[in-house]
């Protein structure tokens, strides 16, 4: 876990997996739900394969996130 200054939110940086396990729901470690939450701007997406994402994630944004 990282902690930003400035009285940001606390961050974690998380590495998507290469493929998607095609569960239903979608796990936390989707590249799909990184973009979703991404686009919710609760995470920055840093390069291809890692995100910094907003700790705690509220449940409602992240189970939609995951929905299929």
């Known amino acids: 876990m990282l902690a930003c200054w400035a ?3 606390q961050v974690r940086r998380v590495k998507v997996k290469k493929r ?9 470690r989707c ?6 939450l ?4 609760v ?3 840093q390069d291809r394969r890692h ?3 907003e700790i705690p994630v509220r449940k409602k ?3 939609a ?3 299929r």
């Open 51 to 53: 995100y910094l994402v």
């Open 7 to 9: 009285g940001m939110a």
């Open 65 to 67: 996130a995951r929905a």
């Open 31 to 36: 590249a799909l739900v990184c973009k979703r």
């Open 61 to 63: 944004t992240l189970k």
């Open 20 to 28: 998607c396990c095609k569960s239903k729901p979608r796990c936390k």
């Open 43 to 45: 995470a920055v997406r």
């Open 38 to 41: 991404a686009e919710e701007g």
